[in-house]
């Protein structure tokens, strides 16, 4: 930080802070045991923010606060390794781990009754990733690409809160403790854990986005965002597992490396064993068979590694593989069963999903009944019928899927599936968009719309009324308590107390978290409404271009599009959504219940309201930062690039190239003055 004309105290204070948040970090993502609770790590976010908005020079990119960058990407650049990234060669069975082992004692002129001591490590199934540390500081991350050169995703790995951005260096007085080196590359695994890729799953599917097919994908996936604020949003983590190239510190043994970077403040997976031999490896590979099972995140096998860093370099590497280690891959897990019948369910927007029914069969210690048979074309495809015998398959996380028909099991019974032309729900017509994979349900009132509909809105990420799960939405609609989200506003604990199985104490609790979700803002509302295409990210962004409900019912699709992030597509379900009757009755009632957020300190001047302005050149009379904000107060927003979806430039003294384009774009633009004139006429309150 370039600090030289602020005070010794303000250095200090933001110091103070920043270690302070750098710790909550560490102990929140990295060893799972906060100390602080989040009110009181938001409120030392603040205090930081504040401090660095007021002294802009002290803000450096290794300060929590600059986790996530302002502006997206363009494009990835190319991150060259210092030392390359290898892979490693698989080994199936313990036959090939113990030919391995005996490669390793010939390479090494090692007896075969010397044992060799290994490291077993599990095979994270993510996306490999090395991070470059230089004194400390994390200067660059990247993917691994072809092994000597991947692409610069920095900006991305730094929303990952389990990655420190400053190494810890407060281990030293430990004995054996290695300083921090002046330069390292530190390797590792960005992963998904289950509970967060079904969340985002869950999100996509009722945003209408298609969803991830495993973790894995989706890990990869939100790494290769050029907006680091949706990486941000996915919440992924990250194993730490070895290191590339270092200087100023030396290493002994993989177990050495491993101690190392849990010193210095990387997350480093608990699993490890050190071995003192190939049997101890193979029981070791055992045990975790069915372990794996219960981890919150997906491995694909057990990474064998030569501890000793002498022998490693003796044992050198072959093509792009490492001697010295191995990846031990467990069995895939299958079964074969028979399919009883394939059934159709109905989702939130509508689409159907045929549902392969089975003959319960256990696949590596779980029953499984369903699998899914995700769209008609893949049905046809893999030419499933009712009665066939079939191959089905869990990998982790996945849904269990299946893999093939067994075609000599056929006995000519076997019926064909068809997607059906009405909705098994509620009789409405099905359509099949052109180009689209899925069929959807086009009934407005279908019950298992409206069902999932309201599951929605009551879910954690939208309205977040705790205690309220589909069980009791289910016993709400069949009562006839409720017919859309609006209805909920107006129960009492009386109402529900009469329910099958509903306690008194209970239903104080679902009326308690029913009417506290009431002060939900306005971004969570737009998102609990459930319009086709708009995320949470979406949502936000109109609630923060609109300040209120109304403007966002009201506004056109060429309104809408000027909002950042909202296309055509989303536009036009907006205003679908809106246009419809049953949505016009859903807003009545939720005003009527006395919900209308608005976004704070804003007000809706008919000069200002929902339009995207950009300053450009030399102010003279204000800020730019004053400027900014006075109209995002009047309900505009202040964008700094301009593009065709900008409504207006006020220019300044010296303006450049952005006058150049919005006069090329024809975007109208205005003076400073005229600016002041404009909202000296808005009948702004200010
Ligand atoms: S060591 C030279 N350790 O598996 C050693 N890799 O093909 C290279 N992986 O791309 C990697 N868990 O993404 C190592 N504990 C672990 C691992 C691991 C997962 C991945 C890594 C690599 C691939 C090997």
């Known amino acids: 930080m370039s600090t030289s004309n602020l005070s010794n105290e303000v250095i200090a204070k933001i110091e103070d802070l920043r270690r302070r948040l750098d710790r909550a970090n560490y102990l929140y993502y990295v060893k799972d045991q906060p100390e602080i609770s989040d009110a009181q790590y938001d409120s030392l ?29 363009t494009e990835f650049t190319p991150h060259v390794h210092l030392a390359p990234m290898l892979s490693l060669a698989n080994a199936f069975g313990e036959d090939e781990l113990r030919a391995f082992d005996e490669r390793c004692h010939k390479a090494l002129e090692l007896p075969s009754d010397e044992p060799i001591e290994y490291v077993c490590e599990l095979k994270f199934d993510g996306l490999a990733v090395s991070l470059t540390y230089q004194d400390g500081k994390l200067i660059a991350g990247a993917t691994r690409g072809n092994g000597m050169q991947g692409e610069n995703i920095t900006e991305n790995l730094k929303t990952i809160k389990a990655i420190p951005l ?25 992963i998904l854990t289950h509970d967060e890729f079904h969340r985002i799953n869950d999100e996509r599917e009722e945003s209408g986005e298609p969803t991830f097919a495993n973790p894995r994908n989706a890990a990869a996936g939100s790494l290769r965002q050029l907006d680091p604020k949706i990486t941000a949003m996915r919440r992924l983590t990250m194993f730490c597992y070895g290191v590339g190239a270092y200087e100023g510190v030396d290493f002994e043994s993989q177990n050495k490396v491993l101690c190392a970077l849990g010193d210095w403040g990387f997350k480093v997976n608990p699993n490890v064993k050190v071995c ?19 981890l919150p995140y997906d491995i694909d096998g057990m990474v064998v590694k030569v501890n000793s860093f002498a022998y490693q370099s003796q044992l050198g590497s072959v093509a792009r593989s490492p001697r010295w280690a191995v990846a031990y891959k467990y069995p895939a897990m299958q079964a074969t069963t028979v399919i009883i019948d394939i059934i159709v369910g109905v989702g939130r927007t509508g689409a159907l999903t045929p549902v392969a029914i089975m003959e319960p069969v256990e696949v590596s210690g779980v029953t499984v009944s369903r699998a899914t048979l995700h769209n008609e074309d893949e049905v046809h495809r893999k030419d499933v019928r009712i009665g066939d015998t079939v191959v ?5 996380e996945v849904i269990p899927e299946v893999v093939e028909v067994v075609k000599e099991k056929r006995k000519g019974t076997e019926v064909e ?46 309205m977040d009324m705790d205690g309220i799960g589909p069980a009791l939405v289910d016993q709400l609609i069949e009562s006839g308590l409720i017919h859309d989200p609006a209805d909920l506003f107006f129960l009492k604990a009386e109402n529900m107390a009469i329910l099958d199985r ?10 308690n978290a029913i009417q506290a979700s009431k002060t939900a803002p306005l971004s969570r509302l737009i998102y609990a409404l459930g319009i086709r295409h708009v995320g949470e990210r979406t949502a936000a962004a109109l609630a923060e271009h609109f300040g209120n409900i109304d403007a966002v019912t009201n506004a056109s699709e060429e309104v ?33 219940a006395g919900i209308d957020p608005k976004v704070e300190g804003r007000q809706q001047t008919e000069a200002f309201a929902g339009k995207s302005i950009v300053f450009t050149g030399a102010l003279t009379k204000l800020t730019r930062e ?5 109209v995002y107060k009047l309900g505009a927003s202040p964008s700094s690039s301009v593009s065709k979806k900008t409504s207006l430039v006020v220019a300044g003294e010296k303006a450049g190239s952005k006058l150049d384009k919005a006069h090329s774009l024809g975007v109208p633009v205005i003076s400073e003055d005229e600016f002041l004139e404009m909202v000296k006429e808005s009948g702004a309150d200010l």
Not at 392 to 396: D, L, P, S, V, Y
Request: with cysteine.
């Open 45 to 73: 976010m603040r205090a930081l923010q504040e401090l660095e908005a007021r002294y802009p020079q002290a803000v450096t990119p290794e300060s929590p606060t600059q986790r996530v960058g302002a502006t997206p990407l």
């Open 502 to 511: 509903m306690a008194q104490k209970s239903a104080e609790n679902a009326y």
């Open 626 to 630: 004053q400027a900014e904000q006075l």
């Open 392 to 396: 089905i398959q869990r990998a982790g």
């Open 166 to 190: 400053n190494m810890h260096n407060s281990k030293l007085d430990k004995p054996g403790a290695k300083p921090i080196p002046n330069l390292v590359e530190v390797r590792g695994e960005a």
């Open 417 to 462: 599936f068809h997607m059906p032309t009405k909705c098994p729900v509620c009789n409405a017509d099905v359509e099949r968009a052109p180009g689209e994979a899925v069929a959807r349900c086009v009934g407005i009132a279908c019950p298992a719309q409206i069902r999932e509909n309201i599951i929605h809105f009551t879910s954690r990420t939208a």
């Open 560 to 592: 809408l599009a000027e909002v950042p992030d909202v296309g055509p597509v989303v536009a036009a379900s907006v205003v679908r959504f809106f246009h419809q009757e049953e949505t016009a009755e859903v807003l009545r009632k939720l005003k009527e």
């Open 276 to 294: 003192t031999n190939i049997d101890e490896v193979a029981a070791y590979i055992n045990d975790w068979h069915t372990k794996k099972e219960k």
